[in-house]
């Protein structure tokens, strides 16, 4: 007679949970969007809440979903393109700007975030992108 086979499945954590972790993300994105932009206090809030995701990220704590790839496919190569473009921009507007006359992509998206709503919005886009890169 065979015996049939026993699955196992490790459960998520509690907090590892789209039940438990995305009422989190709302609130830190609410308090982030509260602080006005460029502040000292805005860089420290996205500084730590970052290096806390980095930290979770490369502790292990959280499973990854799928194994990493062991080789990088062709088509990623094309995503270095726009990529390294945006950095070239940013960089050289932001060292060779004076004033305001080459304002970096920063400087130019900061009148769509003047609302409060709108930065907690992209506060939680960006919080929810990197969650995904931790589970990654």
């Known amino acids: 007679m065979d015996h049939p086979r026993e699955l196992t499945v490790e459960a998520p954590r509690a907090w590892d949970r789209p039940v438990v ?6 609130c830190l994105s609410l308090v982030g969007g509260q602080l006005p932009s460029f502040s000292t206090a805005a860089n420290l809030y996205t500084l730590g809440t970052g290096g806390a995701l980095i930290w979770v990220g490369l502790s292990n704590r959280v499973p990854p979903r799928r194994p990493a790839p062991r080789r990088l496919p ?3 190569l094309w995503w270095l393109l726009p990529v390294t473009v945006f950095g070239v921009l940013e960089g050289a507007t932001f060292v060779l700007s004076v004033g305001d006359d080459f304002p970096t992509f920063s400087r130019l998206a900061d009148p769509m975030l003047e609302d409060e709503l709108a930065r907690s919005a992209a506060w939680f886009a960006w919080l929810t992108a990197f969650w995904g890169l931790v589970r990654r």
């Open 21 to 26: 972790s995305v009422p989190v993300f709302i």
């Open 74 to 76: 062709s088509a990623a």
